[in-house]
C-alpha cells in the first residue's frame, strides 16, 4: 500500500492521479486525468488540475500511480446511534408481517425507543463508533446522524450529544452533521395524541436542542403510521424560528404530499420518496432540495413501488444516495451497497450513483465544503485502487479502497 512512515502524516500533494472532481463546471465526474491535488497545512485543498499544470511544492507528494482519486464519500441520512436490535423484526417480516403492522403492534421504532432511553450517552457513542468505523472503512469523511430514538427531552439530547461525541471519539477523523428528529414516531406515553406531542416537540425539546447548538437541521416523519402535513408543518415552523434548517422524511409509504411540502419550506432533502408524484418532482426541483435516494429501506421491507427516478431526471432533481442505516428498515452500513442496490434497483446509473454520495449529497446537508474537489473545499480524500469509478459501485464483499484522506491526513483503509 504505502510506507508506515507516511501513513497517518500530512499529505500536502497527491499526483499522478485519475481525479473525479464533481466539478459541476465539468461534465459527468468532471474527470481530469493525469492529475494533482494541493492541500495546506489547514487541511483545505489550494488547487487541482492536470499535475502538469500544478504550482511548484516543496512539501511532501504522495504519486499515486494513476489511481482514481475522488472526494472522500458522504452519508446524509443515517440514525447511526441507537440501542439494542430488531433481529426478531426481520423475523416477523420474513414470515409475512407488514412494517406497520408491527409498528402499530408497538415494535417497529418504539422498540428501539426502550433499548435507546436505557442506554448511557456513553453506550449509545461506543457502539455508533463501530458503526461509523464500517462506513470509514469505504472511504466516508462525513455522516449525518439523526436522533428519534428517544421520543422525550431528556433522551434525544442524550442520542444528539452521542452523536456530537463522535469525531473525538474517532480521534478527528470523520465530519458528523446531527439532525433533531424529535417528531419520528410517537410515544407511548403519549396515549395516541399526536397534536398534544407535537406540542412537546415544539416547545420543549426544539427550544433545548437550538440552546445547546445539538442539531444543524430538523426533520420529521411524514406518514400515515406517523405525523400529518399539518403536524409536519409545525415542527418546520417551530425549525424556522430557531433558525434551523429543515429535512423530511416523505412519501416512503404513501403520498400524503411530503415532497410538495418539503419543497414548500425550502427543505434541504427529501427522503425516501418511492409515493412522490410528478408534481412533487416538480416542487423539489423548484426548490432546489435534494431528492436522498434509500434503497436499503426499499429492500429490507421487500416494497414494490420504486421512487420516481424518471421525474427527477426530468424536473433536474438533485439526487443523493445513503444507506439509511437503521435497526429496524436498513441495518446496512455500506454506502457501497447502497450504491449498488440504488442502481440495480432503481435503475440508477454508475455517474449518478456516485455523484449521490458526494455532490449531490454534501448538498443534501447544506455543505459547499465537501463532497467536491475544489480550492477552498476540505481536503476529505477517497483512493481508489481503480481506474474505474465503477468499481465503487460494481464489486460487493471487498473495496477497492487504497487510502482514506481526511483534512490532508493520510490513513489507510483499516486505520
Same mark, same amino acid.
Given at each position: 500500500m504505502f510506507t508506515a512512515k507516511l501513513k497517518g502524516a500530512p499529505m500536502p500533494v497527491f499526483t499522478n492521479a485519475r481525479l473525479a472532481t464533481m466539478d459541476p463546471k465539468l461534465p459527468g465526474l468532471g474527470i481530469i486525468e493525469h492529475g494533482a491535488v494541493h492541500a495546506d497545512a489547514t487541511g483545505s485543498i489550494t488547487w487541482v488540475g492536470p499535475a502538469k499544470d500544478a504550482p511548484a511544492s516543496a512539501e +511532501?507528494? @504522495?504519486?499515486?500511480?494513476?489511481?482514481?482519486?475522488? +472526494?472522500? @464519500?458522504?452519508?446524509?441520512?443515517?440514525h447511526l446511534v441507537w440501542g439494542g436490535t430488531r433481529a426478531d423484526e426481520f423475523e416477523m417480516r420474513l414470515a409475512g408481517r407488514s412494517y406497520t403492522d408491527i409498528a402499530q403492534a408497538g415494535g417497529g421504532i418504539v422498540s428501539t425507543v426502550k433499548a435507546t432511553r436505557t442506554a448511557s450517552q456513553a453506550e449509545l457513542t461506543q457502539l455508533a463508533i463501530k458503526r461509523a468505523r464500517a462506513l470509514m472503512a469505504e472511504g466516508v469523511t462525513t455522516i449525518e446522524v439523526k436522533s428519534g430514538y428517544g421520543l422525550d427531552l431528556e433522551s434525544e439530547m442524550k442520542q444528539l450529544r452521542a452523536a456530537r461525541a463522535l469525531p473525538a471519539a474517532l480521534r478527528n477523523r470523520l465530519d458528523v452533521t446531527t439532525t433533531f428528529l424529535g417528531a419520528h414516531a410517537l410515544p407511548p406515553e403519549a396515549n395516541g395524541d399526536k397534536d398534544r406531542y407535537i406540542d412537546l416537540v415544539c416547545r420543549d425539546m426544539m427550544p433545548a436542542v437550538a440552546r445547546e447548538n445539538l442539531a444543524d437541521a430538523v426533520d420529521c416523519f411524514m406518514e400515515g403510521i406517523a405525523f400529518s402535513g399539518g403536524q409536519t408543518a409545525r415542527v418546520f415552523d417551530a425549525a424556522k424560528d430557531h433558525g434551523l434548517k &429543515?429535512?423530511?422524511?416523505?412519501?416512503?409509504? =404513501?403520498?400524503?404530499?411530503?415532497?410538495?411540502? #418539503?419543497a414548500r419550506y425550502g427543505a434541504l432533502s427529501a427522503d425516501h420518496l418511492e409515493y412522490t408524484d410528478e408534481a412533487g418532482a416538480m416542487a423539489m426541483g423548484q426548490a432546489g432540495t435534494v431528492a436522498v435516494i434509500l434503497p436499503g429501506a426499499f429492500y429490507y421491507l421487500r416494497e414494490t413501488q420504486k421512487p420516481p427516478i424518471a421525474h427527477f431526471r426530468r424536473h433536474n432533481v438533485a439526487m443523493a444516495v445513503s444507506t439509511d442505516a437503521n435497526p429496524g428498515s436498513s441495518p446496512i452500513l455500506s454506502l457501497r451497497l447502497a450504491m449498488n442496490m440504488a442502481c440495480l434497483l432503481f435503475g440508477l446509473t454508475v455517474e449518478e450513483a456516485i455523484l449521490g454520495v458526494t455532490r449531490n449529497a454534501a448538498k443534501a446537508l447544506g455543505r459547499?465544503?465537501?463532497? &467536491? @474537489?475544489?480550492?477552498? #473545499?476540505?481536503?476529505?480524500?477517497?483512493?481508489?485502487?481503480?481506474? =474505474?469509478?465503477?468499481? @465503487? &459501485?460494481?464489486?460487493?464483499?471487498? =473495496?477497492p479502497l487504497y487510502a482514506r484522506v481526511y483534512g490532508g491526513m493520510l490513513e489507510g483503509t483499516t486505520s
Amino acid at each position: 500500500m504505502f510506507t508506515a512512515k507516511l501513513k497517518g502524516a500530512p499529505m500536502p500533494v497527491f499526483t499522478n492521479a485519475r481525479l473525479a472532481t464533481m466539478d459541476p463546471k465539468l461534465p459527468g465526474l468532471g474527470i481530469i486525468e493525469h492529475g494533482a491535488v494541493h492541500a495546506d497545512a489547514t487541511g483545505s485543498i489550494t488547487w487541482v488540475g492536470p499535475a502538469k499544470d500544478a504550482p511548484a511544492s516543496a512539501e +511532501p507528494a @504522495l504519486d499515486l500511480g494513476g489511481r482514481l482519486l475522488t +472526494p472522500g @464519500l458522504i452519508d446524509c441520512h443515517t440514525h447511526l446511534v441507537w440501542g439494542g436490535t430488531r433481529a426478531d423484526e426481520f423475523e416477523m417480516r420474513l414470515a409475512g408481517r407488514s412494517y406497520t403492522d408491527i409498528a402499530q403492534a408497538g415494535g417497529g421504532i418504539v422498540s428501539t425507543v426502550k433499548a435507546t432511553r436505557t442506554a448511557s450517552q456513553a453506550e449509545l457513542t461506543q457502539l455508533a463508533i463501530k458503526r461509523a468505523r464500517a462506513l470509514m472503512a469505504e472511504g466516508v469523511t462525513t455522516i449525518e446522524v439523526k436522533s428519534g430514538y428517544g421520543l422525550d427531552l431528556e433522551s434525544e439530547m442524550k442520542q444528539l450529544r452521542a452523536a456530537r461525541a463522535l469525531p473525538a471519539a474517532l480521534r478527528n477523523r470523520l465530519d458528523v452533521t446531527t439532525t433533531f428528529l424529535g417528531a419520528h414516531a410517537l410515544p407511548p406515553e403519549a396515549n395516541g395524541d399526536k397534536d398534544r406531542y407535537i406540542d412537546l416537540v415544539c416547545r420543549d425539546m426544539m427550544p433545548a436542542v437550538a440552546r445547546e447548538n445539538l442539531a444543524d437541521a430538523v426533520d420529521c416523519f411524514m406518514e400515515g403510521i406517523a405525523f400529518s402535513g399539518g403536524q409536519t408543518a409545525r415542527v418546520f415552523d417551530a425549525a424556522k424560528d430557531h433558525g434551523l434548517k &429543515v429535512k423530511l422524511h416523505a412519501d416512503q409509504l =404513501s403520498n400524503l404530499g411530503g415532497a410538495a411540502l #418539503a419543497a414548500r419550506y425550502g427543505a434541504l432533502s427529501a427522503d425516501h420518496l418511492e409515493y412522490t408524484d410528478e408534481a412533487g418532482a416538480m416542487a423539489m426541483g423548484q426548490a432546489g432540495t435534494v431528492a436522498v435516494i434509500l434503497p436499503g429501506a426499499f429492500y429490507y421491507l421487500r416494497e414494490t413501488q420504486k421512487p420516481p427516478i424518471a421525474h427527477f431526471r426530468r424536473h433536474n432533481v438533485a439526487m443523493a444516495v445513503s444507506t439509511d442505516a437503521n435497526p429496524g428498515s436498513s441495518p446496512i452500513l455500506s454506502l457501497r451497497l447502497a450504491m449498488n442496490m440504488a442502481c440495480l434497483l432503481f435503475g440508477l446509473t454508475v455517474e449518478e450513483a456516485i455523484l449521490g454520495v458526494t455532490r449531490n449529497a454534501a448538498k443534501a446537508l447544506g455543505r459547499t465544503d465537501i463532497g &467536491v @474537489l475544489k480550492a477552498g #473545499a476540505r481536503c476529505h480524500l477517497a483512493i481508489w485502487d481503480s481506474l =474505474s469509478p465503477a468499481a @465503487l &459501485v460494481y464489486e460487493m464483499g471487498s =473495496s477497492p479502497l487504497y487510502a482514506r484522506v481526511y483534512g490532508g491526513m493520510l490513513e489507510g483503509t483499516t486505520s
